[in-house]
């Protein structure tokens, strides 16, 4: 009698391993599926690569940084230019006459 009882479970095992392949070759399945129309979803939505994506932030980087580079240099060429441009500038004039500057007596008059 503990024959049949014992086949029962062999065979019970036997089906419930069966059904543990058959569905972890459904979710295999599922999974492929599901990575093609996710992949075809991005395609479709025009996403850029990984790859793509880390190439333009590295130009970004790089662009920044010579932007900040080329800002430090006009600094520097905007200082020494106004360096320069004090230094030969003319002294103002301090001659003045006595008149008021509006065209009275005396503006202009020979001495």
């Known amino acids: 009698m503990t024959e049949p009882r014992g086949r029962m479970f062999e065979d019970f095992t ?3 391993s069966d059904a543990a392949g058959v569905a972890h070759g459904m979710r295999k399945e599922a999974e492929s599926m599901m990575k093609a129309q996710a992949e075809k ?3 479709q939505m025009d996403v850029v690569s990984r790859e ?3 190439a333009a932030k590295a130009m970004a980087v790089k662009a920044r940084e010579e932007n900040e580079r080329l ?4 600094a520097e060429l905007e200082a020494k230019l106004t360096a320069m441009a004090t230094q030969h500038a003319p002294a103002p004039a301090t ?4 008149s008021s500057g509006y ?3 005396g ?5």
């Open 95 to 98: 001659n003045f006459s006595s």
């Open 52 to 54: 793509e994506f880390e």
């Open 107 to 111: 503006d202009n008059q020979p001495m």
């Open 103 to 105: 065209g009275g007596e």
């Open 41 to 43: 979803f991005l395609a």
């Open 71 to 74: 800002e430090k240099k006009i």
């Open 14 to 16: 036997k089906l419930m």
